[in-house]
């Protein structure tokens, strides 16, 4: 199935001055974070005025129900992808639209039907998918080129690994369309590759950081919607996923365990872009072993364990082998090229 959840995105230097244009006189909740919130407050006063809940930082059932929207028409949420995925399981729950700003390039939150669902002890439950209807997405530049560089660096990341899965699970085609249109955009995803990726590129806020935004927030996003399980997430995330079992990766964002799952991947199917990637990944400084991300050969085969469980729950075209998995997870330990 095709689905997408977004009517309109807007990402402009001057976005936010249309939101009370949007809003027109309908009743509106806020549901906001609490570190890119003080910018958007600046940039557009009259948000102050709407009833609001702040964001307690987890994605849960119970933080979903918090939310009261006492009768608002309209929900609006300004924040990260743990928020956002918050705010589309209330709106859905109470049958009103959304409006997303948000505050981080690191994720395509705001561009998916999907939350991702933690229990209360802050391990992960389910995800679950709904029709959700996303008004518009509001991505104003003074409000993302003053966020944080190294969420955006993690979520270009990220953002690339869409090309690697869905190659993993479909190929370089399909007789599909919606497959089809799934890979095209992907590969869109793997030019950020040929990106300036650096904190000034990012702060400058030229042509090409906007073209990766744009990739990280939307049409990253768009890549599931269109090619829904075959253009899902493979490999690397299962390692991303296997890897935050481990107390030491918990420093490191999602998008740079992700980037190591790629190299797990890619060696894998026996691809020739590992070194490239390897190389990309270092230029970047994300973690490319399993020493930089805390993880000792000792933990190796609980390592290999949890991957497998992992790629078992997703039903992959073909299962992993186990020796292989483990060789290939081995000659990660430390590089061999420093
Ligand atoms: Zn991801």
Not at 31 to 41: D, F, M, S
Not at 218 to 229: L, R, T
Request: charged fraction near 25%; hydrophobic fraction near 40%.
């Amino acid at each position: 199935m095709i689905r997408q959840a977004v009517l309109e995105y807007d990402h402009a230097a001057d976005a936010l001055d249309r939101l009370d244009e949007l809003i027109g006189a309908r009743s509106v909740h806020v549901l906001r974070g609490q570190n890119g919130y003080p910018t958007v407050e600046r940039l557009l006063p009259s948000i102050q005025t709407y009833p609001a809940t702040t964001f307690r930082g987890e994605c849960t059932d119970r933080e979903a129900d918090r939310v009261d929207l006492d009768g608002a028409d309209v929900l609006i949420a300004v924040g990260g992808g743990k928020l956002v995925d918050t705010a589309k399981l209330v709106a859905v729950r109470n049958g009103v639209p959304l409006i997303v700003i948000p505050t981080l390039a690191s994720n395509c939150a705001a561009f998916t039907p999907l939350s991702v669902v933690y229990r209360d002890d802050g391990s992960y439950d389910r995800y679950d998918v709904f029709r959700v209807v996303i008004e518009r997405v509001i991505v104003d530049a003074r409000v993302i080129a003053s966020s944080p560089y190294d969420y955006y660096r993690a979520g270009v990341i990220d953002t690339v690994a869409k090309f690697y899965e869905a190659r993993y699970l479909s190929g370089d085609a399909s007789t599909d369309a919606g497959v089809d249109a799934g890979l095209a955009l992907s590969k869109q995803c793997h030019r950020l590759l040929e990106l300036e990726l650096t904190e000034t590129a990012f702060r400058s806020y030229g042509e090409g950081t906007r073209y990766a935004v744009d990739h990280v927030l939307a049409i990253g996003g768009a890549v599931g919607g269109f090619g829904d399980a075959g253009t899902r997430v493979a490999v690397a995330h299962a390692v991303h996923n296997a890897l935050s079992q481990f107390e030491t990766t918990h420093l490191f964002l999602h998008g740079d365990k992700v980037g190591f799952g790629l190299l797990v991947q890619e060696s894998l199917r026996g691809s020739e872009d590992v070194a490239r990637l390897r190389a990309w990944l270092e230029t970047v400084e994300a973690p490319t072993t399993l020493e930089a991300l805390g993880l000792s050969t000792d933990e190796i085969p609980f390592l290999v364990a949890a991957v497998m469980r992992e790629t078992t729950l997703q039903q992959l075209p073909e299962p992993i082998d186990y020796d292989y998995l483990k060789i290939i997870i081995e000659n990660l330990q430390k590089s061999i090229y420093k």
